[in-house]
């Protein structure tokens, strides 16, 4: 009993010193971060990204700018990170801070959307 405790004990430690990493703020609170997104061109970019965003488990909000080329992700730090989500967008075709694109999905953007930075 006393060393499953233990084991227990190391893992909360773990836990609480990754989210640390992470984010500075309580993991039940909603952080939010500004994603700069430097290839999106158009509505159709935006309507794919805030889908992307959306999806990612722990993201609560997202709010588009497509005339700054960001967004808003509010998100719960025990659940998603910075880097989670920036994967997500990379993964879906665009950059993502000073993430590139993935070149796969990149490619199967509508023409119309490849005009932007990789
Ligand atoms: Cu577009």
């Known amino acids: 009993m006393k060393s499953r405790m233990w084991v227990l004990g190391i893992f909360s430690a773990i836990a609480l010193g990754l989210g640390g990493v992470v984010a500075c703020s309580s993991s039940t609170e909603a952080t939010t971060t500004e994603v700069k997104l430097p ?8 309507q794919t990204i805030s889908a992307v965003l959306t999806a990612v488990e ?5 709010k588009m700018d497509l005339e700054n080329k960001t967004a ?3 998100f719960l730090a025990n659940l998603a990170t910075v880097a989670k989500i920036e994967a997500a967008v990379v993964k879906s075709g665009y950059a993502a801070n000073d993430k590139k694109a993935d070149p796969t999905a990149y490619a ?3 023409e119309c959307c490849k005009a932007g930075d990789q």
């Open 108 to 110: 199967k953007l509508a």
């Open 58 to 62: 722990g993201v609560k909000e997202v």
């Open 72 to 74: 808003h992700v509010s």
């Open 39 to 46: 290839s999106m061109q158009c509505g159709s970019c935006e």
